[in-house]
């Protein structure tokens, strides 16, 4: 039974923590920053009717090079449980077209676990591929997707050692801000869907809908100071 309560955990956790910024595939540039919240989480039936399992993420993210950012998020409402969810990464650019496609890698590490139960914190890092750019003639809407994979460093007997977690969005953009000091400023919105494991059907403590692995649903929001004509 423990090692279905860790997979359910660990599931929620990593399904969501990747939704605070959901859009990877461009880095920031040096010296910009991002601040981002979400909301959502992987879609269950325990309580009755199909809904996300709550979660409320924070984080920003920061240039580090035009070419390497570095983020961190933490689930804010989990917190309110005594749950510790947050992760750190950085991600690095691979291929950018100014108005066009982008592609990144992240490498990211996970620490979840209940501060009730200190020395039952684990850690989990994470690798993934971010692809995503605007639509043709429409470019204040983003397509974005990719695929992240992260690792149990001690699996359970029965259980995997790798989530693998492919995720499609789309980004609205509003019109960017340009205040007369400062960096200019762009708001954008997002709905991102992941599905992490997508055959695993062993049982869970969560009544995972659909019943294969872990279909998220989450709603994302961000505002980027600077960097916007990357």
């Known amino acids: 039974m423990r090692g279905v309560a860790s997979r359910s955990l660990v599931i929620a956790a990593l399904g969501c923590s990747a939704c605070a910024a959901p859009n990877l595939s461009r880095t920031v540039g040096r010296g910009n920053g991002e601040l981002h919240v979400s909301a959502g989480g992987p879609l269950f039936a325990t309580l009755g009717p199909t809904i996300p399992v709550p979660h409320a993420n924070v984080g920003g993210r920061y240039g580090v090079t035009d070419w390497m950012d570095v983020d961190g998020n933490i689930d804010a409402l989990?917190?309110?449980?005594?749950?510790?969810?947050?992760d750190l990464a950085a991600s690095f650019q691979l291929l950018r077209n100014p108005g066009g496609l982008a592609v990144a890698s992240s490498a990211r590490f996970y620490l979840l676990g209940d501060l009730d139960d200190?020395?039952?914190?684990?850690?989990?890092?994470?690798?993934?591929?971010?692809?995503g750019g605007p639509v043709p003639?429409?470019?204040?809407?983003?397509?974005?997707?990719?695929?992240?994979?992260?690792?149990?460093?001690?699996p359970p007997r029965e259980g995997s050692a790798v989530f693998w977690t492919p995720f499609v969005g789309?980004?609205?953009l509003m019109p960017a801000r340009r205040p007369r000091r400062g960096k200019p400023r762009q708001h954008g919105l997002a709905l991102h869907a992941s599905w992490t494991n997508p055959?695993?059907?062993?049982?869970?403590?969560?009544?995972?809908?659909?019943r294969y692995g872990a279909m998220g649903i989450y709603l994302g929001y961000r505002v980027r100071f600077g960097g916007l004509e990357r």
């Open 199 to 210: 055959w695993d059907d062993r049982a869970s403590v969560l009544d995972y809908r659909p």
């Open 137 to 154: 003639g429409v470019r204040w809407l983003q397509l974005y997707g990719g695929q992240t994979m992260a690792f149990s460093l001690s």
């Open 78 to 86: 989990a917190l309110a449980f005594q749950i510790w969810a947050m």
């Open 118 to 131: 200190a020395p039952s914190l684990r850690a989990y890092p994470e690798w993934g591929v971010h692809l």
């Open 170 to 172: 789309a980004e609205a």
